[in-house]
């Protein structure tokens, strides 16, 4: 074995999985190791020092999203977020989008309320089913649907190709995980925007996220 490639690297260590990739290490002789993230934080550096050895030199690019999205914030003024989505999509009209919700519940509520509407849309949950999610993964790539409604279990890893948009109906808990939904466009040379809702409530994690 030559080669070791850890990808999604801050994920690997939030759900403890460093412990293994330790273990692993030690079955390779000088192997070369390659470690992808969106975001390395300086937790993630020194965890991944300890256990592969600081000699290896870790390249953090500055620039956490691709350099082809777009990024727009929009004060929605405390509609809804039902009533913001369908005025934003009878505006914008995108050709495909991913539209983010923070929790299930939100994703379920706002895949109801669209499903009543004259868009194509489609949800990917945790709650699916892996065959269900296979299905609905093969219908996206066929070009079913223009819009998909997603928690961030598809912002890490999954490509969906000709995503034009993203939208946040609100912000992650975590706000590195926007860098990952941010990162469903603008892919493989093309432009993409991302736009985030916001009202006067969520200014203080708004800057944070600008900053």
Do not use: C, W
């Not at 961030?152 to 912000?171: A, E, P, Q, T, W």
């Amino acid at each position: 074995m030559k080669r070791v490639v850890l990808d999604e690297a801050d994920m690997l260590l939030e759900l403890g999985y460093f412990s293994d990739i330790n273990y692993l290490m030690q079955l390779f002789r000088e192997p070369q190791i390659m470690i992808f993230s969106a975001t390395i934080d300086e937790h993630l550096e020194n965890e991944i020092n300890h256990y592969i050895g600081s000699d290896y030199q870790i390249t953090n690019d500055s620039t956490k999203t691709a350099r082809r999205v777009s990024h727009h914030l929009v004060d929605i003024h405390h509609q809804t977020i039902n009533d913001a989505v369908l005025s934003f999509l009878k505006i914008k009209n995108p050709y495909f989008i991913v539209i983010f919700a923070s929790n299930k519940n939100e994703v379920n509520e706002l895949y109801r309320f669209l499903k009543e509407t004259d868009y194509s849309v489609i949800k990917i949950t945790g709650d699916l089913s892996n065959r269900e999610r296979r299905s609905a993964i093969k219908r996206i790539n066929n070009d079913e649907f223009q819009v998909v409604v997603a928690s961030d279990l598809i912002s890490r890893g999954m490509d969906f190709k000709n995503v034009s948009d993203i939208l946040s109906v609100n912000l992650p808990s975590d706000l590195s995980y926007y860098y990952h939904r941010a990162g469903r466009t603008g892919r493989f040379d093309k432009e993409g925007h991302s736009y985030v809702f916001y009202n006067q409530d969520d200014l203080k994690r708004v800057n944070a996220l600008i900053n």
